[in-house]
């Protein structure tokens, strides 16, 4: 539903009646400045409102709204008939997604529940207004169906401990670098738990799309390890997220190996007094 149109029609409609913004508002019961933020399309009435409106303007709630079947979403969940919108295909998610704004969370939980089955990029329009346990259950079913490519749309309002289980499942069949879209949701442990399986796998080189999301003492191991199987060139992707004090190791031992060359991979990580070390060293070989 359109904010704006919708506080374009509550304007005409109220001048049409000779109101003020504050006669309407006393009317209804708020403050005037709600009109206002309605009226600018800047917020939506809610839904228990909407009768109220309509009849302080003398209305039906089809003038107030349009025509146009958000319209009989709505008047079909004021009247407490949402069979109405469940028969066939006829409600869809992006429907409900439409009208979410001005319902009540479990009224938005109960048409969801009736729509039309969704992939994950289609919920992500109902995610901040569906309740949790709603939105795990289609997660549920889109990971049954094995479509998870859009998981990241509605990572942030699932549980924590559900999207661990999650994620430990699609790293595990997938590879973590499938995860980078939700690590910023995903607890450490778990992260952490990937991380150990793609090492014994010798899938280093994934871990750096979830770098930023891991502890900095398995990082620091991480490069440790990473260093002394690829060199000090395969860091470049994990450097900025490292410790200065493992990167200054790392540094050192290849300007004693005289491979000054790998060392610009992480230069920009390093500390001023590290590098200045470094290149005296750099002069000392060459004069």
Request: proline letters at 3%.
């Amino acid at each position: 539903m359109n904010m704006q149109e919708i506080g374009t029609r509550i304007s005409t409609l109220r001048k049409r009646q000779d109101m003020t913004q504050l006669e309407l508002a006393d009317k209804m019961g708020v403050s005037y400045q709600a009109v206002s933020s309605w009226e600018r399309g800047l917020t939506m009435p809610d839904i228990a409102k909407l009768s109220d409106i309509s009849q302080a303007l003398n209305v039906s709630i089809d003038e107030l709204l349009g025509d146009g079947r958000q319209t009989e979403i709505v008047k079909s969940v004021l009247s407490e008939q949402t069979d109405v919108y469940s028969d066939g295909n006829e409600l869809h998610i992006d429907d409900v997604a439409d009208v979410a704004p001005i319902l009540k969370p479990s009224q938005v939980d109960a048409l969801a529940k009736k729509a039309k089955p969704v992939s994950l990029g289609d919920l992500a329009g109902i995610a901040p207004f569906v309740s949790r346990e709603v939105l795990e259950e289609f997660a549920a079913k889109t990971e049954e169906a094995g479509d998870m490519d859009d998981l990241h749309g509605i990572a942030p309002f699932l549980g924590r401990e559900y999207l661990d289980k999650l994620a430990l499942r699609i790293g595990s069949v997938k590879g973590i670098d499938a995860l980078a879209g939700i690590a910023p949701f995903v607890s450490r442990e778990a992260l952490g738990q990937l991380v150990e399986k793609a090492e014994e796998a010798g899938d280093i080189e994934s871990i750096s799309g979830i770098a930023p999301f891991l502890e900095k003492e398995q990082l620091d191991k991480l490069a440790l390890k990473i260093e002394s199987v690829e060199g000090l060139d395969a860091l470049a992707g994990i450097a900025p997220f490292v410790s200065r004090e493992v990167l200054g190791q790392l540094a050192e031992k290849a300007g004693e190996a005289g491979d000054i060359e790998s060392i610009s991979g992480i230069a920009p990580f390093l500390g001023k007094e590290q590098l200045d070390k470094l290149a005296r060293k750099v002069l000392a070989r060459t004069e």
